[in-house]
């Protein structure tokens, strides 16, 4: 019956630039996607593993600057730039959790803004590699069939396909790993890293697992903000900002559930962007008033909420 | 030999702002062990205070002072009272999450009301600098620095010569034996909340003539604050007073002699590096 | 061959010798008792074998392979397992959640480890409470969750920190009934204890510690009569 409803979800959604075809509606779809998989990377560091990361913009421009760099220097198409910024990102993860998993709780939190700021500004002063404050600008993508018919760049609707493959893969790999003995362990090392040493888990080894399953995914959908948006600067790519923002999509959607990110994408990037076109600025409004919200009142998110009127018994840390 | 002396003027003056504010965070921090990502919009309302003070009712800033600190005072109250309380027994990391909600709250609401045009005071006596000794001193930036030892002084002779400064501190150092001598702990988190977002304000209101003024000031400065406040020890004033003034003399000297890029990193690598290898400070006054 | 061999364990903390030159071996299959006054390094020791923290000299032996400095996950999957003095459940997990943990190390796939899960619960008499939060738990249903979780990595070495700490009469024999089962299943115990009743009347041999340093090792009875360690715990008769 899931399997059903869930299938049925997806050919709605892969419809969905067809049924409403208005031209807003298919860029808020795009950046919903796009945030989903970015709540769902940080979702799986922070919710799953409990480590706090307030430097995730780091993976999310260093998959950026990847792509950006592979196409306009080497030539190599978008798609490949943004798997291998994906990989990227997963790679200096791990230097980034040597150095930060020696602290705990929010001091992790604070060495990750720390480490996110550095590279803001090694990128912005690099200027032989990053172009530095100027940006990165991709005039043309590539001349490219799919299907027969030639893909049509100034339509968003290829872009749409794009982040609905990346949005699938997020939201199975998490939903695979948290039915895994990976993402038990995971759960074990958020509650009690000691007791979880103690049953031989090798927490440190978990938690930079985790650390760079996340920065893959950040790092795929930073490949895909600069393909989408065709231009990327430091503070655009790196700010603490965009760091945050992931936080709360996370937060407020669900802690520690699959659907958690998605839920939350919905609500705070509808709800930021309908206003953005508006208003132009403050749509962050929203996200700040909804996390002290949800810490408040509601710590398991709006997708936790849900979750729990549906099913009385005690769930297993979810 | 002159620039290198013009550097650590301008060095402590500026640091003198970053230790007031600092003062604020740790103290905060040292007494309730709240990590408050929303101190930096607490200073930026202090400049918009003083900016619209001066620009609607021409007072001067270095007066409207003596109206926002008492205000601030009164909002720290509130915002710990009704927001802030329940939230604490959550734990750190429950705090850290719903504080950088309310920075972002404050800051995207003052974003909508006042825009994000680029605000600035201009002071009639301040267009020329002062040159005493031929070192170039900003008249803002000195009357600022002035006022700021005054408060900190203040500060200083509060925490340490009346009861309820003494009384902050034991809850600072161990609330549980504070509690069992009879001190409100539940008073003292808020004075001290209170406190510490007026000296954020404050130090607001004073930098207000000497900077540029925008709604998102506060993500940079909350963060250059963790800076100063971990180099100092987590809960330490005297050391975030150091701190403040070992960042302002950094970033000063690493602007002329660093290579001009790469200096505002300096103050995160070294944050990265006390935090790892020496986690109760430079001084190792703090608590980790 | 002796199954734990500690040769001159020494541990500083700063200035503060906690363990010194401590020296003994345990038999495959016997209950060591491992007693001594508060703050003479029982825990200490513990942790130092478990992995928890690294000798400062000395040498342990674990089957005759040096394991002194090995972390404290790969102590566990050598085969010896720990419960803690202050219990740590998975507070927010079920308690079949907190065993399956454990038994994850033996058999990678959910299903095995649920399983074997179960079959540990009920040997420790807490089927009944399997799809309970662990943070739900009494003190004494906390204490046997904790064994179990630590049997579920099928340890060949059970170090166990004062399992009878706040129980009351019934629950200590209780506890004391399922010590022995364990040790009958061929589970070598160390077990640090307080309740010296307890202790003597289960264990095979006991270790004295005073200070960081052994001061006796025998039968229970010897140990009892050992004037050095009446001193230490009632202090020395007055002239």
């Known amino acids: 019956m899931k399997k059903l409803i869930l299938a049925g979800l997806i050919i709605l959604l892969l419809a969905a630039p067809w049924i409403i075809a208005k031209p807003f509606f298919v860029h808020l779809m795009i950046m919903v ?141 998490t939903a ?35 650390f760079s399953l996340s920065a893959f995914f950040a790092g795929l959908a930073g490949g895909f903000y600069a393909m989408y948006l065709r231009y990327i600067d430091p503070d655009a790519v790196f ?20 659907a958690g990110p998605l839920i939350g994408a919905i609500f705070l990037v509808t709800l930021g962007e309908t206003f953005r076109e508006r208003f132009l600025v403050g749509h962050l409004i929203f996200y700040g008033f909804f996390m002290m919200l949800s810490i408040r009142y509601m710590p398991e998110g709006i997708w936790g909420k849900v979750r729990n009127w549906f099913t009385k018994s005690p769930n297993t840390g979810n | 030999m002159e620039t ?88 750190e990391l429950n705090t850290l999450l719903y504080t950088a909600g309310l920075s972002l709250f404050i800051a995207n609401t003052a974003l909508l009301i006042w825009t994000g045009d680029y605000r600035t005071i201009k ?12 070192i170039a001193v900003p008249i803002p930036l000195a009357i600022a620095f002035g006022m700021a030892i005054v408060i900190t002084a203040a500060l200083y002779w509060f925490l340490v010569r009346t009861p309820t400064g003494r009384a902050i501190r034991a809850t600072s150092q161990e609330p549980e034996a504070a509690a069992l001598m009879g001190v409100d702990v539940d008073r003292m988190a808020v004075i001290t909340f209170a406190l510490g977002t007026a ?46 003034v070992l960042l302002g003399l950094v970033e000063s000297l690493g602007a002329v002699y660093v290579s001009v890029p790469y200096k505002d990193a300096i103050g995160f690598v070294i944050f990265l590096l006390v935090l790892l290898f020496r986690p109760s400070g430079l001084f190792g006054v703090g608590k980790s | 061959m002796s199954l734990l061999q500690l040769k001159g364990l020494t541990k500083f903390f700063g200035g503060l010798q906690a363990v010194s030159e401590l020296t003994f071996d345990v038999q495959p299959g016997e209950i060591l008792g491992l007693i001594g006054p508060n703050g003479a390094g029982k825990t200490t020791a513990f942790n130092l074998i478990a992995g928890f923290i690294s000798p400062s000299t000395g040498e342990i032996f674990f089957q005759g392979e040096s394991i002194g400095g090995m972390k404290a996950y790969a102590v566990t999957r050598k085969g010896i397992a720990r419960t803690f003095q202050i219990v740590k459940p998975f507070k927010k997990l079920s308690v079949l959640e907190n065993v399956t943990l454990a038994a994850f190390l033996k058999f990678p796939a959910r299903r095995e480890a ?126």
């Open chain 1, 33 to 173: 996607l796009m945030w989903t998989v970015l709540g769902a990377s940080w979702n799986l560091l922070g919710g799953f593993t409990g480590q706090v990361s307030f430097g995730h913009a780091t993976f999310l421009g260093a998959g950026a600057y990847t792509m950006m760099i592979l196409y306009l220097k080497c030539g190599l198409d978008p798609w490949y730039g943004i798997l291998i910024g994906g990989l990227v990102a997963a790679l200096i993860a791990l230097p980034i959790g040597y150095i930060c998993f020696r602290l705990r709780g929010p001091y992790f939190a604070l060495s990750t803004l720390a480490v996110a700021e550095i590279i803001r500004l090694v990128a912005l002063n690099w200027e032989s590699l990053t172009a530095g404050p100027v940006g990165l600008l991709i005039t043309t993508l590539p001349k490219v069939s799919f299907g027969g018919q030639a893909i049509n760049w100034e339509s968003k609707t290829p872009f749409f396909y794009i982040a609905v493959v990346i949005t699938l893969a997020a939201l199975w790999a």
């Open chain 1, 176 to 210: 695979v790993i948290s039915r895994s003995r990976l993402g038990a362990y995971l759960l074990a090392v958020r509650e009690d890293i000691d007791s979880a040493e103690a049953v031989g888990i090798n927490t440190v080894q978990v938690r930079v697992a985790a």
């Open chain 1, 239 to 258: 700010s603490i900002a965009l760091s945050v923002e992931m936080v709360f999509i996370a937060v407020v959607g669900g802690l520690t559930t699959v």
């Open chain 2, 4 to 91: 290198f002396i013009q550097s650590i003027v301008s060095g402590i003056l500026t640091g003198s702002l970053y230790a007031m504010i600092g003062v604020g965070l740790t103290v905060i921090f040292g007494v309730m062990r709240i990590i408050n990502m929303a101190h930096g919009d607490m200073v930026m309302l202090g400049m918009y205070g003083s900016f619209w003070a001066f620009t609607l009712l021409k007072i001067d800033p270095f007066l409207s002072i003596l109206i926002w600190f008492p205000a601030a005072f009164v909002l720290g109250f509130l915002t710990y009272r009704f927001l802030l309380k329940k939230i604490v027994p959550a734990g």
């Open chain 2, 123 to 134: 002071l009639d006596y301040a267009v020329m600098p002062l040159r005493p000794l031929g």
């Open chain 2, 199 to 244: 000296l954020a304000c404050g130090a607001g209101v004073l930098l207000a003539p000497s900077l540029y003024l925008y709604p998102t000031v506060g993500e940079i400065l909350v963060a250059k604050c963790f800076v100063i406040v971990v180099l100092g020890g987590l809960g330490s004033v005297p050391g975030a007073i150091a701190g403040g």
């Open chain 3, 114 to 239: 649920e399983q074997a899960a179960s079959r540990i619960l009920a040997k420790v008499g807490l089927s009944a409470k399997s799809q309970s939060l662990a943070g739900d738990l009494t003190l004494s249903e906390q204490k046997r969750l904790e064994i179990a979780r630590a049997l579920a990595t099928e340890p060949k070495l059970l170090l166990l920190d004062e399992p009878m700490g706040g129980l009351n009469p019934t629950e200590i024999d209780q506890a004391s009934k399922l010590v022995k089962t364990i040790c009958q299943e061929g589970i070598t115990i160390i077990w640090v204890e307080h309740v010296l009743k307890a202790i003597m009347n289960v264990s095979d041999r006991v270790v004295v510690i005073n200070y960081g340093k052994k001061i006796a090792e025998g039968t229970p009875e010897e140990v009892v009569e050992n004037p050095e360690v009446i001193t230490a715990y009632l202090g020395a008769k007055k002239k």
